[in-house]
């Protein structure tokens, strides 16, 4: 997982469960207060996470059948958009008040557990109410965090390059596992001289797609406790975007602010753009064209530096009712029936049992799930790299001053000191 680009991606793509529609309740009430319990043994535990409504139906959906297999656990239900999560997720951690259980990512793991937050879920396993048995492609370490088990993967996907097919097949570039990025570069010249349109979206603020480059490169955007590159790194990234602008081998910055938010693929100013690989649906919907999903260039031929990334549940350590959480918890990511509810709309389903269960007949979930199965087959996958203490501002931060550079607010240089000064002040080095 959630985040460069993606993070306002994540506010506004419904494919995705996030949305900038105005914030309401789900079926059930919202809980102020702390964890109940009743005289009859009924306990109740409290549920966030963000997302707008087409997320909160699915979801009381699976909740209702969680309350006919558990009547004892009732669940009371808050979402909101993406950013308007964190912010009401802040303030109610900051007053010892966090929901009992809420959808997490990788880049608030160490934030949180630095903050007593996050209860460790370890010790639910071991006691028989969560199995971490049945995930796929190594999904069961995703949430594991200095031997702690912080969250519960409950879909995955993974970086991939959504193209234009019918733009692509024009110019004569056909992408295949292993190319390389002189084969991009070459290609997005193709796509601009037989098309007259700009190969790519742009690639100022995609942090995770950097990250797989440094990856490529015996490197990564973070380690444990810091940033995994150097100032002259990222010089070199953000001097060959702002290169590609000016040759037209990627989208004006300024047109793509202008049509947002709708992406630069669908509005055909742009041949493809990376992204995450289950975000597809959003250009079906935006655009008019056929789209697809290419992979990862590389440095090498083979090595992509992808993984599996994914929506997590986590839970609190102040909840009053851990064994009924680490149950409800092992019911979202393992039942079958709620895999046919929720379909890919958190991506695709982390454990076997459930990606099983849900099998797509549209032709863009059938993309998605043909496209994870190659990664798992052409062996490209490894672990996540670690995300520290601040990861989610770092982030915050490569999205804004990506675009300023774009807009010609900042040079390359300036672009690259600012972003250094706020991540090592974000990251207390």
């Known amino acids: 997982m959630q985040h460069d680009r993606k993070v306002e991606r994540r506010t506004i793509l419904k494919a995705a469960g996030a949305s900038l529609a105005v914030a309401g309740l789900g079926a059930t009430a919202t809980a102020c207060g702390g964890d109940s319990g009743s005289g009859d043994g009924t306990v109740t535990i409290r549920y966030a996470w963000w997302g707008a409504d087409d997320r909160a139906e699915r979801i009381n959906k699976t909740i209702a059948l969680f ?17 308007d999560f964190w912010k009401k997720f802040n303030t109610q951690a900051s007053g010892g008040n966090p929901p009992d259980v809420f959808q997490n990512a990788i880049g608030f793991l160490r934030k949180y557990d630095a903050k007593n937050v996050l209860l460790d879920l370890s010790e639910q396993v071991k006691a028989g109410n969560l199995s971490m048995d049945g995930f ?8 594991e965090i200095d031997g702690k088990l912080l969250g519960v993967p409950v879909g995955s996907n993974s970086m991939a390059l959504v193209i234009d097919k019918p733009v ?8 295949e596992q292993g190319w390389t990025w002189d084969e991009f570069d070459a290609a997005m010249k193709k796509i601009r001289d037989k098309t007259g349109r700009a190969g790519d979206s742009g690639m100022y603020g995609v942090m995770y797609l950097y990250d797989l480059y440094l990856r490529q490169n015996g490197k990564a955007f ?29 989208a004006d910055p300024k047109k793509v602010a202008q049509i947002k938010p709708k992406s630069a693929v669908a509005a055909e100013l742009a041949a493809g753009e990376f992204t995450w690989d289950n975000f597809t649906v959003r250009y079906t919907s935006e655009g008019k064209s056929e789209y697809g999903l290419a992979p990862i260039p590389t440095t ?31 019911f979202m990511v393992h039942d079958p029936e709620v895999a046919k509810i929720m379909g890919y709309d958190r991506g695709v389903p982390a454990t076997q049992a459930q990606y099983d269960a849900f099998k797509p007949t549209d032709e863009v979930n059938k993309a998605i799930a043909a496209y994870e199965e190659s990664l798992v087959k052409a062996g490209v996958l490894e ?47």
């Open 67 to 83: 309350h006919k297999k558990y009547p004892k656990i009732k669940v009371k239900t808050d979402f909101q958009p993406y950013v």
């Open 168 to 175: 692509y097949t024009k110019a004569g570039v056909k992408p």
């Open 300 to 330: 090498d031929g083979k090595k992509t530096g992808q993984y599996l990334g994914s929506l997590m549940l986590s839970a609190s350590k102040r909840t009053q009712h851990p064994k009924e959480v680490a149950q409800f918890i092992d």
């Open 222 to 250: 973070f380690t444990e406790d810091g940033l995994g590159f150097t100032e002259a790194d990222l010089k070199d990234w953000w001097t060959k975007a702002k290169k590609g602008v000016e040759d037209g081998l990627y």
């Open 136 to 143: 796929r492609a190594g999904l069961d370490k995703f949430g």
């Open 383 to 429: 672990p996540i790299t670690p995300h520290p203490n601040g990861a989610d501002i770092c982030e915050a931060a490569f999205l804004r001053i990506g675009e300023e550079l774009g807009l010609g607010k900042r040079s390359v240089d300036e672009a690259v000191k600012q972003f250094f000064t706020e991540s090592k002040t974000a990251l207390g080095s």
